[in-house]
C-alpha cells in the first residue's frame, strides 16, 4: 500500500507538470504509471501489441484530458486506470466479432485436491486467462497488476465490494483448472 | 454477471476460498463470508483448500514479476512523443512583447515586432501540417524518414491521430509521403507502388491522397491503390467510398457548362468497386470487385460495410 501511495503522490506531481505542458510531467506519468498499466494491459488483452496500441491510447487520452484533472481532488491513478480499462475493454469489444468461444480445459480435470509441483511462468498465467470471461479477469488483474483494493476496484467498475470479492476468487478458482490442464 | 454466493455452491470449501482469497488481497473480508481464520480448522484438514492456498501465491508471483518490469524501450519512446496540447510556458515572442511593454519602449517598435510575428504566423500556417509530427504505432518492413514513408511488399505501417483516428498502411511497395497528418486534415501523395488502407476516424477528418492528376477523397474506408509506371492507376474499394477527383489537367465530360471547356468530374466508388485512373486523371465507370478472396485485403463479408459509415 505504501508502494500504492508513493505512486500516486508523484503521479500527482507528474500530472501538475503535464497541466502546464511540460513533456518532463509526461515522462513521469509514462515511467510512474506506465509499467502497471502495460502488464494489466498485456495480461488483460493476451497480446503486447495490443497492449501497446491500448497503452498508447491511454496515454493520448490523459494528454488530451489532463487539463480537466484537479489532482487534488481524487485519484490521478485511479483516473488514469480507468482509462486504461476503458481502451482495453474497446480492443476486446473489437475483438468480439470473432466470437470466440471460452475454450474448456482440453485434458480431463484434474483432481482438484492436486496441488502445483512447479512455479508458474507468466506466460502459463496469460494462457490460462485466455480462458476466464473477461468479467472475472478485469477484476483480478486489476487487483494483481493495478494493486488496486476491492473498494477501488468496486468503484472504477460501479460494482460492489462483495462481488468484485466474488468475482476475484472465481477468476483464481477458474485459472487454477486452466493451469493444471 | 450474478453475485457469487458461495454458501450457494459448495459448502465450507467454498466459503473457506473465497474468505481466504480476499485475505491474500489484504481485505477485510466483510459481509456474506467468514474469515479464513473461523475455518481453520477446515482448511487444516482439507486438501482442496491447502492447493488452493498454495495457488493463490503461485499466480501473483509472476504477475507480481511483471507489473514491476519496465516497458520496452521502444514503446517507452512512442509514449514521450505524443504531442502535448498545451505550450510549455510563453513563446520567445511574448517574453519579448512583455519585457517591451513592461520597460516602455515606445509604439514603433512593438509596431515592428508585430509585423515580424504576423509574417511569422503567416508562414507557419502555411507549413502547419509539417508541425504536426504522424504518431507511428507500428512500423514492420517500412521505413519512415522525414515526412516519406517507404513500405515493403510484405510491410505495415499504423498511424494514430489523438482525435482517434487510425491509418494502416499494408500491402506494398510503396512510397508515400505524409504531407499532413493531424486532427484537421490528413494528406498524403502517393509516388509509386501498391499500397492497401485502412482509414477510421471518429468524427469528420478530411482525407485526401493525391497521385497523378488525380486526387482521391476518403471517407472511413478500406482500399488498394496501384500505381503503373505508364502512370495509369487501379482503384479497388473494399469498404466505404472513395471519391475521386481529378486535379490538373481537366478531364471528363462537360457538365453544365459552354461546349470546349472541360469540367473535372468527380466519381465515387463504393465498396466492392474497382475504377482504373488514367495518367490524365480520366475515371473509367466503376465495375464489380470482390475484396472477400483477395489475400491482401482479407475481409470477412460479415464485416463489409458500405457507403458512408
Known amino acids: 500500500m505504501e508502494t500504492s501511495d508513493k505512486i500516486e503522490r508523484e503521479a500527482q506531481d507528474a500530472i501538475r507538470q503535464l497541466q502546464s505542458g511540460s513533456p518532463h510531467g509526461l515522462r513521469r506519468l509514462v515511467d510512474c504509471l506506465g509499467p502497471r498499466m502495460f502488464s494489466f494491459l498485456k495480461s488483460l488483452l493476451g497480446s503486447a501489441a495490443d497492449a501497446e496500441d491500448a497503452l498508447q491510447e491511454t496515454f493520448i487520452t490523459i494528454c488530451g484530458k489532463a487539463s480537466q484533472q484537479n489532482s487534488e481532488i ?3 491513478k485511479g483516473w488514469a486506470y480507468k482509462i486504461a480499462r476503458n481502451h482495453g475493454l474497446q480492443i476486446l469489444r473489437h475483438r468480439q466479432s470473432d466470437s470466440r468461444k471460452i475454450p474448456a480445459p482440453q485434458s480431463s480435470p484434474p483432481n482438484p485436491a492436486q496441488a502445483l509441483d512447479r512455479a508458474l511462468l ?3 498465467v496469460d494462457h490460462a486467462l485466455e480462458s476466464v470471461p473477461v468479467e472475472l479477469k478485469m477484476p483480478f488483474l486489476m487487483r494483481e497488476c493495478l494493486e488496486l483494493t476491492y473498494e477501488q476496484i468496486a468503484e472504477l467498475t460501479d460494482k460492489s465490494v462483495n462481488q468484485v470479492a466474488a468475482e476475484i476468487y472465481r477468476a483464481r478458482q477458474l485459472l487454477r483448472e486452466y493451469v493444471r490442464t | 454477471m450474478s453475485t457469487l454466493n458461495p454458501h450457494e455452491h459448495d459448502g465450507p470449501c467454498a466459503t473457506f476460498q473465497m474468505a481466504l482469497s480476499a485475505a491474500f488481497d489484504g481485505e477485510k473480508t466483510a459481509g456474506d463470508f467468514a474469515h479464513p481464520s473461523a475455518l481453520d480448522g477446515h482448511g487444516n484438514s482439507c486438501d482442496d483448500c491447502k492447493a488452493f492456498r498454495q495457488i493463490l501465491e503461485c499466480l501473483h508471483q509472476p504477475l507480481l514479476k511483471s507489473r514491476d518490469m519496465p516497458i520496452p524501450s521502444t514503446l517507452r519512446d ?12 510563453p513563446t520567445l515572442l511574448e517574453q519579448m512583447m512583455k519585457t517591451l511593454t513592461e520597460s516602455g519602449i515606445f509604439q514603433p517598435a512593438i509596431a515592428m515586432l ?3 510575428a504576423l509574417v511569422g504566423a503567416a508562414l507557419s500556417l502555411r507549413n502547419f501540417g509539417n508541425q504536426t509530427p504522424p504518431i507511428l504505432k507500428h512500423s514492420q518492413k517500412a521505413a519512415m524518414n522525414a515526412n ?3 513500405l515493403q511488399a510484405t510491410g505495415e505501417a499504423a498511424f494514430s491521430l489523438p482525435s482517434s483516428g487510425n491509418l494502416r498502411l499494408w500491402g506494398g511497395p510503396a512510397e508515400l509521403t505524409l ?6 486534415n490528413v494528406a498524403l501523395t502517393m509516388k509509386s507502388g501498391r499500397v492497401c488502407c485502412n482509414w477510421e476516424a471518429r468524427g469528420s477528418v478530411p482525407f485526401r491522397l493525391a497521385f497523378g492528376a488525380s486526387q482521391l477523397e476518403i471517407v ?8 503503373e509506371p505508364t502512370g495509369n492507376a487501379q482503384l479497388e474499394v473494399a469498404e466505404g467510398k472513395v471519391r475521386v477527383s481529378p486535379v490538373g489537367k481537366l478531364v471528363g465530360k462537360p457538365v453544365g457548362k459552354p461546349v470546349g471547356t472541360l469540367v473535372a468530374k468527380s466519381i465515387d466508388v463504393s465498396g466492392l468497386q474497382k475504377v482504373r485512373i488514367s495518367a490524365a486523371g480520366e475515371v473509367s465507370p466503376p465495375e464489380a470487385f470482390n475484396p472477400f478472396v483477395d489475400p491482401q485485403l482479407g475481409i470477412p463479408p460479415s464485416q463489409i460495410w458500405i457507403g458512408e459509415r
Open chain 2, 179 to 184: 504531407d499532413e497528418f493531424s486532427s484537421n
Open chain 1, 122 to 124: 507468466l506466460e502459463d
Open chain 2, 114 to 116: 508585430l509585423l515580424v
Open chain 2, 148 to 150: 516519406l514513408l517507404t
Open chain 2, 78 to 89: 512512442r509514449l514521450n512523443s505524443i504531442p502535448l496540447t498545451r505550450k510549455p510556458g
Open chain 2, 220 to 227: 472511413g474506408t478500406t482500399w488498394r491503390l496501384s500505381l
Open chain 1, 74 to 76: 481524487g485519484s490521478v
